[in-house]
T-cell receptor
Framework: KQEVTQIPAALSVPEGENLVLNCSFT??????LQWFRQDPGKGLTSLLL?????REQTSGRLNASLDKSSGRSTLYIAASQPGDSATYLC???????????FGQGTTLQVKP | GAVVSQHPSWVICKSGTSVKIECRSL??????MFWYRQFPKQSLMLMAT?????????EQGVEKDKFLINHASLTLSTLTVTSAHPEDSSFYIC??????????FGSGTQLSVL
C-alpha cells in the first residue's frame, strides 16, 4: 500500500529565504508525482507535475525534483514571499491503480 | 487552464437531511472524476472514482449507500450525502481528468451538519 509522508509538517521562515519541502513515498511504482498548493478552506492548485521518467520540473521560483528509486521528492522555493504562505501537498499517482495518494502536507508561513 | 467548478462552496444542514454537491468541468470533457474528503489539518482521502456512464468505485471503508455518486455526463458528477450526520461534516473536493495527465480540482465544499 502506497504511503506518502511529508516533512516537516509546518515551517515558518522570514521573507527572502530559500526553503526545501520534502516528500517520500513507499512504492516506487508511480506514474507521476505532483505538488499542490492549498490555501485555507480552498481547493488545490497544481504547481508542478513530474513524470516518473523525469528528474525535475521548474516553474518560476519553484523547482521540484524526483528520485523514484529512493522514493523521494523535494520542492524548492527560492526567495520566499509572504504570498507563498499556504499548505503544500505532495501526491503520487500509482501506476498500478491510477489513484492519487496525498501526503499530509507542509504548512508554510513566510513572515514579512 | 482547465477549470473545474464545484458548488456549493459551503452548506449547513440539519442532521438527517441529504446534501448534493456538484462538480463540473467547464472547458473540457472529464472521463474520470474523483471525490475526496478532508478533515481539518489532515490530507485528502480518496472516497471514490467515477467514470462517465458507469457505477462509481468506492474506496474501502466508504459507504456507497451513504455517499451516492452520479457521473451522468462527461462534464458533471454529483456527490449526495444522504441522511447526513454531524460526523459527515468535512471538506469535500472533487477533481477531474480529461485527456491529459493533470488533475484539476474544484474549490471544495465545506459541509457542516448540525
Amino acid at each position: 500500500k502506497q504511503e506518502v509522508t511529508q516533512i516537516p509538517a509546518a515551517l515558518s521562515v522570514p521573507e527572502g529565504e530559500n526553503l526545501v519541502l520534502n516528500c517520500s513515498f513507499t512504492d516506487s511504482a508511480i506514474y507521476n508525482l505532483q505538488w499542490f498548493r492549498q490555501d485555507p478552506g480552498k481547493g488545490l492548485t497544481s504547481l508542478l507535475l513530474i513524470q516518473s521518467s523525469q528528474r525535475e520540473q521548474t516553474s518560476g521560483r519553484l523547482n521540484a525534483s524526483l528520485d523514484k528509486s529512493s522514493g523521494r521528492s523535494t520542492l524548492y522555493i527560492a526567495a520566499s514571499q509572504p504570498g507563498d504562505s499556504a499548505t503544500y501537498l505532495c501526491a503520487v499517482e500509482s501506476s498500478n491503480t491510477g489513484k492519487l495518494i496525498f501526503g499530509q502536507g507542509t504548512t508554510l508561513q513566510v513572515k514579512p | 487552464g482547465a477549470v473545474v467548478s464545484q458548488h456549493p462552496s459551503w452548506v449547513i444542514c440539519k442532521s438527517g437531511t441529504s446534501v448534493k454537491i456538484e462538480c463540473r468541468s467547464l472547458d473540457f470533457q472529464a472521463t474520470t472524476m474523483f471525490w475526496y474528503r478532508q478533515f481539518p489539518k489532515q490530507s485528502l482521502m480518496l472516497m471514490a472514482t467515477s467514470n462517465e456512464g458507469s457505477k462509481a468505485t468506492y474506496e474501502q471503508g466508504v459507504e456507497k449507500d451513504k455517499f451516492l455518486i452520479n457521473h451522468a455526463s462527461l462534464t458533471l458528477s454529483t456527490l449526495t450525502v444522504t441522511s447526513a450526520h454531524p460526523e459527515d461534516s468535512s471538506f469535500y473536493i472533487c477533481s477531474a481528468r480529461g485527456s491529459g495527465e493533470k488533475l484539476f480540482f474544484g474549490s471544495g465544499t465545506q459541509l457542516s451538519v448540525l
